[in-house]
């Protein structure tokens, strides 16, 4: 009984090793997925994402089991997030917290700035989550859901540069230009 109480402490982080998702993953996956969410992904929706060329999966190991996963796709200038969840005996113990700081250290000035990612207008939790880590809304999609009439917020993170990291830019936009 003590352990189910420690297990909701928001006070403890559960260290987390996030690596890329590989194929025998997808039973925990799965599990996950189908006790996050009222129209969860099927394996094959998993494995069609994940065949596409700039889409990406990582996955949140504590003691060698899956505790939590994103799906991702990369774009030109941005990363959007396509399923994200964690276990729900994990869930406020920093765990997506971890996920998201592995992907933001992937954004840059020059590069891709920004982070995407549709929440549902009725999932509360996580857009208190995604606003506490820096997201905003910056729109509402209408009738967004093939799966219901419900609406999305459409969430954006915007990568701001180091002091360091805007002089460097500068410094080598003026060298480039000097020849």
Known sequence: MEER???GSPKLQVPVHIRWMIR?????VLAIEGQSFEFPWSEEDFVRCLRQRNCIGMVAEHHERVI?????ELHRNRLHIL???VHRDLQRRRVGEQMLRKLVSKLSPQRRNKI??????????AQLF???????????????????????YLMQYRYVATPAEAEEAVTSRIS????
């Open 130 to 152: 995604f606003r506490e880590m820096g997201f905003r809304a910056i729109s509402l999609l209408r009738d967004f859901y093939e799966d219901t009439t419900e609406d999305a």
């Open 68 to 72: 939590g996963f994103m799906i991702y």
């Open 5 to 7: 109480r420690m297990i």
């Open 176 to 179: 480039r230009l000097a020849g």
């Open 24 to 28: 025998r993953d997808m039973p925990e």
């Open 116 to 125: 995407m990612l549709e929440v549902r207008e009725t999932n509360l939790s």
């Open 83 to 85: 399923n994200f969840a």
